[in-house]
């Protein structure tokens, strides 16, 4: 079976419950005992494959998930992310997650999400962007040439009030951290998937902060991929209190991710 028949698969054997209303996606959750971190909140790593799992079922309900065409398979890749949050579910809380496409360009598309507790009250908002590669040349394509208007007509002007992802730049040549991808961290392509790099991320920061600090915002630009067996190096600097500016390397030069992470 090949990863275009699984995919296919996986859209339709979703396990959550999907409730679309027009241009914007919902889907009810409940956070499991095994999703959640030492806080009893759920974890930044589940949330964000339930993201990317949102994401992914609203592109296929409306038509503009993966393509095949020309003899070349086109899927989504995660650009850059932006989380924001006040609170997050405790064990076995339903809540919910609401995605909408708020601008395509030719080679990007910007989602936005809003993470709503079980009393449907906001306790954090998502700003990504998305490009469609080819998996045989790893070249981006035209969204609106692959798409249309299974695409533009999805885009939405609902309010997502967090900044966008800004642009981080790490001096520092002194690694705090040093990692080696191994097989749990890759995805179907082979490469580091793009949520073991939030959690190694977050790995950086001592328990004592999670422990006495709650995460306030959540920034990655993912800039090149890494494979099983590269080393990745992590550099970091404080910008401000309880703000933090982070470039993940391999090899101790390339950099493949740089993340901001600020406390409350």
């Given at each position: 079976?090949?990863?275009?028949?699984?995919?296919?698969?996986?859209?339709?054997?979703?396990?959550?419950?999907?409730?679309?209303?027009?241009?914007?996606?919902?889907?009810k959750l409940v956070a499991s005992p095994?999703?959640?971190?030492?806080?009893?909140?759920?974890?930044?790593?589940?949330?964000?494959?339930?993201?990317?799992?949102?994401?992914?079922?609203?592109?296929?309900?409306?038509?503009?998930?993966?393509?095949?065409?020309?003899?070349?398979?086109?899927?989504?890749?995660?650009?850059?992310?932006?989380?924001?949050?006040?609170?997050?579910?405790?064990?076995?809380?339903?809540?919910?997650?609401?995605?909408?496409?708020?601008?395509?360009?030719?080679?990007?598309?910007?989602?936005?999400?809003?993470?709503?507790?079980?009393?449907?009250?906001?306790?954090?908002?998502?700003?990504?962007?998305?490009?469609?590669?080819?998996?045989?040349?790893?070249?981006?394509?035209?969204?609106?040439?692959?798409?249309?208007?299974?695409?533009?007509?999805?885009?939405?002007?609902?309010?997502?009030?967090?900044?966008?992802?800004?642009?981080?730049?790490?001096?520092?040549?002194?690694?705090?951290?040093?990692?080696?991808?191994?097989?749990?961290?890759?995805?179907?392509?082979?490469?580091?998937?793009?949520?073991?790099?939030?959690?190694?991320?977050?790995?950086?920061?001592?328990?004592?902060?999670?422990?006495?600090?709650?995460?306030?915002?959540?920034?990655?630009?993912?800039?090149a991929e890494s494979y099983y067996g590269?080393?990745?190096?992590?550099?970091?600097?404080?910008?401000?209190?309880?703000?933090?500016?982070?470039?993940?390397?391999?090899?101790?030069?390339?950099?493949?991710?740089?993340?901001?992470?600020?406390?409350?």
């Open positions: 079976m090949n990863i275009w028949t699984i995919a296919k698969k996986n859209i339709e054997n979703r396990s959550w419950k999907a409730m679309s209303n027009n241009q914007v996606g919902t889907y095994f999703h959640l971190d030492v806080r009893g909140k759920l974890s930044m790593g589940v949330l964000g494959k339930h993201l990317l799992n949102c994401a992914d079922a609203y592109a296929a309900e409306r038509g503009f998930d993966v393509v095949e065409q020309g003899g070349e398979h086109y899927t989504w890749v995660l650009s850059r992310l932006a989380i924001e949050l006040e609170d997050l579910p405790s064990c076995h809380e339903s809540f919910s997650i609401q995605t909408w496409v708020e601008n395509v360009y030719r080679l990007f598309a910007d989602r936005n999400f809003v993470i709503c507790n079980k009393d449907e009250k906001p306790i954090g908002y998502v700003r990504s962007v998305w490009a469609m590669i080819s998996m045989e040349t790893r070249n981006p394509a035209n969204l609106l040439d692959l798409h249309g208007d299974r695409i533009t007509n999805s885009i939405c002007e609902k309010e997502c009030p967090i900044a966008k992802p800004g642009r981080i730049k790490v001096s520092q040549q002194e690694a705090v951290s040093e990692y080696v991808a191994k097989y749990s961290d890759l995805d179907i392509n082979g490469h580091v998937n793009s949520i073991k790099y939030i959690e190694h991320i977050l790995d950086i920061f001592p328990l004592d902060i999670y422990k006495k600090k709650a995460l306030k915002r959540f920034e990655i630009a993912y800039v590269d080393t990745l190096s992590f550099y970091l600097e404080e910008k401000n209190e309880n703000e933090y500016d982070i470039e993940v390397r391999k090899s101790s030069t390339e950099v493949v991710v740089r993340s901001k992470v600020i406390f409350k």
